[in-house]
């Protein structure tokens, strides 16, 4: 249980992330500045903003479990990070730049028809819903133990914070939150590792050695099967996710359009790739550390404790005073990033807009806004509870969602490789990804006969769902062409 100190240290963050957003209140009562910012935000800010997402509480407490209950592979998600950037920079920047709208998916209605836009903006709308009530919930179930807050409580309270401070000061608030977010977050993890190192005996040397001799450093297996998480499954695995978010994510997209122009949108992409790989790297390697500690004082650790547990049990006994409260505040900077602002963008843009009122005025649209703003959170904060009882199941949901995102990636690329617009071929191919999706995500939802079952390793879901929609949609747009309508 953390002491007065270290719950006032907690606090006074949370209050701080309130205070930004009232703080952005002032400037963010038009729709130009709540949804981006007016185009003026310096690139720095933009990456920190957008890293602080990529480091959830799934990565800050899972991250470590995975690297003390097994070993690296994990981590080779991480690696692909620069390559998308790389791509992301060259292409999907000056795309979404170049187009001027704060939609990510505006230009799939001109490319393939009004269904394709509605169809990634209720891919985004599923998953971010997961995504959120996910976050919370595991951000609940590890502060309970350190803090006393009761997991109901908790959750209720940091869903009402991330909703307070984007409903008072839009993505600008949303942007400059997260750099807090990022530096209490960093600052936290090398508290607790510099505390860690100093806690094993022989430090950084024995945590390599150790960790080593019990093969805890292994990336996984080079050979080239599909069927295992090897190196090159997770590689592209994470190549795909990590396109998806710079690609296709409105929660990222709409971050870079708020740049002040080309060159700081590009920075901040770079930034934010350039700063996951070496901090997931910390997180594993902390893990792996705690394997150590903890192999070194099996007394301190309490028998069948589950992988992801050992962190949070580490920062509640072995921190001083103060320093515990810091890095508790990091898991809460982990978890409060929020993505309501591009939720509720996506609400007024691409759906009260779209089809209910077209020529809103502009206080009616600040009315949609932060209403709607109101209405994600609120739903957030439901699933975040539903979890309690049913989690199995909306594990599932989170995990079919996620992957649906996939969908939107092969259809994005599809409409900005092929030569012209192509309705036939876009709704052919979406249709007929989702349904191999279905099909390899079944094994994870229901039990199947082994002679229909996916062989596949999860990871290669997402991968597949995407290739299938972009060759389906080429291999029809071609034939249409070579054959005509």
Known sequence: MLSSLDLLVLVGYLGAVLGVGFWFARTSGSTAEFTAA?????????????FGSYISSISFLANPGKAY?????????SLAAPFAAAVAVRWFVPFYRRSGHISAYEHLEQRFGLWARTYAVVCFMLYQMARMGTVIYLLALAANPLTGWGVPATIVVTGALMTIYTMAGGIKAVVWVGVLQSAVLMAGTLLAIAMLLIKTPGGVSEIVEAGAAADKFSLGGFDASLYAPTFWVVLVFGLVTHLTNFGVDQSYVQRYITARDDREAVKSVWITALLYVPVAAVFFFIGTGLFVFYGQRPELLASGMKADDVFPH??????????????VA??????????????ATLTLCDLYQRYLRPQA????????????????????VGVALALMRVGTALDAWWQLAGMLSGGVLGLFLLGLVSRRPDNAAGAIAVVTGALVI???SLPSLVDLPASVRNPLHSHMTIVVGTLTIFLVGMAISTLRRAFGP
């Not at 007016?38 to 957008?50: D, E, H, K």
């Not at 209950?69 to 998600?77: I, K, L, R, S």
């Not at 005025?361 to 957030?380: D, K, N, P």
Request: hydrophobic fraction near 60%; glycine fraction near 8%.
């Open 361 to 380: 005025g502009e206080r009616e649209a600040m009315r949609v806004l932060h209403l709607s703003t109101l209405f994600w959170g609120a739903i957030s």
């Open 38 to 50: 007016s185009r003026s935000l310096p690139g720095w800010a933009i990456g920190l903003s957008m």
């Open 438 to 440: 279905l099909w390899m």
């Open 69 to 77: 209950a097994d070993n690296w592979n994990a981590f080779v998600f």
């Open 330 to 343: 990091a898991i809460f900077a982990a978890s409060m990033d929020s993505n309501l602002s591009s939720m």
């Open 314 to 327: 580490f920062i509640a006994t072995q921190l001083p005073v103060g320093a515990a409260g810091l890095v």
